[in-house]
């Protein structure tokens, strides 16, 4: 009977650590639909360490430094996210 109690906390406590990591995940998204230029959007991203972004970082330096005209699509940068998530 304990170790039917034991399971149950240990269920919830990892349900509740799955819903608060989701959380944090949507507010980044939030913020790079929210992004109002190429400038805002590579300091956004600049600070994550996810390999799926690397293209799209230097498409983004290229837009600001050397007046390029890459066009970046931001369901690509979110779909990148949840996908490093899915993985971690």
């Known amino acids: 009977m304990l170790g039917v109690i034991i399971g149950i ?5 990892i349900i509740a650590l799955k819903n608060i990591k989701s ?3 949507k ?6 639909k929210l992004a109002k230029g190429d400038k805002a959007l590579f300091d956004l ?3 994550l360490n996810i390999d ?6 230097e ?7 050397k007046s390029s005209q ?3 699509r931001k369901k690509d940068i979110i ?6 998530h899915k993985i971690n």
């Open 9 to 13: 906390i240990i269920s919830a406590l």
């Open 79 to 84: 779909n990148a996210i949840k996908f490093e």
């Open 52 to 57: 799926g972004l690397d293209t799209i970082l």
């Open 70 to 72: 890459h066009k970046i």
């Open 23 to 25: 959380k944090t995940d």
């Open 59 to 65: 498409q983004l330096e290229a837009n600001i430094y």
């Open 27 to 32: 507010s980044l998204i939030n913020q790079i």
């Open 45 to 47: 991203l600049l600070p």
